[in-house]
């Protein structure tokens, strides 16, 4: 029987493959979980929470939160609304398209996106008992998997 390489690709479903779709599924699943409670303290869903959470980094139009979070941008619309009624984002014309309007989180929204953030110790507490060396391989290999 021939023993599989070091560096050829592993089958789809050999068990180590299996069990590291687990266990990435299982890490996801922590971290929705967590996510929304988080946002349910700042009585927002874990939707709108996700969009003040990019905002935070960038302005940007709905089209792009739209690919960003893999949905429509009608949902996106609705989700903004929310925000903005609530004074956490505003709409604002893009300076290099005036046609485009961006969203962008007010000082508000900052602030709410910060204490979002800083909530979140799922992911921050097993990441700190990595080393720095750890959390750079594992950052490599997750961009990898995404293809980047």
Do not use: W
């Not at 302005?59 to 903004?80: D, F, H, W, Y």
């Not at 300076?95 to 979140?120: C, F, I, M, Q, Y």
């Amino acid at each position: 029987m021939a023993t599989q390489e070091p560096d050829t690709p592993a089958p789809r479903a050999d068990p180590l493959t299996l069990e590291v779709v687990e266990l990435i599924g299982d890490v996801v699943a922590r971290y929705y979980e967590e996510y929304e409670v988080a946002a349910g303290k700042h009585a927002l869903t874990g939707a709108q929470a996700r969009v003040l959470g990019l905002l935070s980094l960038e302005p940007m139009p709905m089209r792009r939160i739209a690919q960003k979070l893999k949905c429509e941008p009608s949902n996106v619309t609705g989700i903004v609304d929310r925000l903005e009624a609530r004074g956490l984002v505003e709409r604002r014309p893009d300076p290099a398209d005036r046609r485009v309007k961006l969203a962008a989180p007010t000082e508000d929204g900052l602030t709410t996106a910060r204490s979002l953030r800083e909530s979140l110790d799922f992911a921050r507490e097993p990441l700190a008992e990595l080393s720095r060396t750890e959390r750079e391989s594992l950052r490599d290999l997750l961009r990898r998997m995404l293809g980047g």
